[in-house]
């Protein structure tokens, strides 16, 4: 197969095994792109995106970015805050006015779950969700996946545990519809209350017991807590969340085996992750960085080769 089975990129739950596998291999070939003293391929030269961004970001936005120069593509960036969104304007205008403009790809980050199927349904140009509220943040869960095969040779049968505010997460979402679908074991683990009921429908483990989670994986995804998210208390405070589920050097000395560190970021150093944990040999966050501009590329490359 050497096409994906989309036009846009919502999340992970509409793609296919097959389509995960072919994005991989496809950043494989322009990991090594990037790491040539001429970066730059011609591949995306007549196409135009714009990047849409109504919720602040700097890993997503940056990497979409440098991937997009990368594939010689012409770059419109939109920053909610600096729009005439702020004078009422709603979001099929804004986007509609932006394509009357000749745009080919949207890629759109939005606090509203479901804004990016909304605007698919709508607009005639590609649309790649870089995170859409609490629902998907797909390329995230793609990078992620791909750092893990990367550093473990293949993500099958590898136990893989999502730690912290699991409720506010979009990346938790979509990174336990990816890890199922290339046959990891998922588990979450948290504060009951920042896990929500159905997530033991979608076939994860669930546990509340931080201490035993990092003794049963073979990686430790960390998220932080989204406290802008949280509109009432969910944990007395972030001192005792800390106490409790944070990921710290005592519990890794603890384990009789080294388990990978990974964290989407941005980091709340000394919350969610002590700074000894998350900069010590065993993390790969900024290889999960590094990663994002292959897959991003990949992602960008295969859905403009469908058109
Ligand atoms: N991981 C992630 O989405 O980071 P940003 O919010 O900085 O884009």
């Given at each position: 197969m050497s096409s994906l089975s989309t036009r846009h990129l919502i999340g992970i739950k509409n793609i296919t095994e097959a389509d995960i596998q072919l994005i991989f291999e496809t950043a494989d070939n322009f990991k090594e792109v990037i790491n040539r003293p001429i970066k730059k391929v011609p591949s995306l030269r007549d196409l135009t995106v714009a990047n849409i961004f109504f919720e602040s970001s700097t890993r997503t936005r940056i990497s979409f970015e440098l991937a997009e120069r990368r594939l010689s593509a012409d770059i419109v960036n939109f920053a909610a805050a600096s729009s005439s969104v702020s004078k009422g304007e709603t979001l099929l205008d804004t986007v509609n006015n932006i394509l009357a403009m000749k745009v080919d790809m949207v890629v759109m980050r939005h606090p509203a779950p479901g804004a990016c199927v909304f605007l698919s349904q709508h607009i005639p140009a590609n649309v790649i969700n870089a995170g859409d509220g609490t629902h998907e943040h797909p390329t995230q869960a793609l990078l992620d996946a791909y750092s893990i095969r990367e550093q473990l040779g293949d993500v099958a049968n590898k136990k893989i545990a999502i730690i912290g505010d699991i409720l506010h997460s979009r990346v938790a979402l979509s990174n336990v519809f990816c890890l199922q679908k290339l046959g990891a074991k998922v588990r979450v683990c948290g504060p009951p209350t920042l896990i929500p009921k159905y997530y033991a429908d979608l076939g994860v483990e669930v546990s509340h017991d931080v201490q035993e989670t990092l003794h049963w994986c073979d990686v430790a995804n960390v998220l932080r807590i989204q406290l802008e998210r949280q509109d009432i208390k969910y944990f007395p405070s972030l001192r005792e969340y800390h106490q409790f589920f944070g990921i710290t050097k005592n519990r890794i000395e603890q384990l009789d085996k080294e388990i990978v560190i990974m964290h989407p970021g941005p980091i709340n150093r000394g919350v969610e992750i002590s700074s000894d944990v998350a900069d010590?040999?065993?993390?790969i966050i900024l290889q999960q960085v590094e990663n994002g501009v292959a897959i991003r590329m990949a992602v960008l490359y295969l859905l403009a080769s469908g058109k």
């Open positions: 010590a040999p065993q993390s």
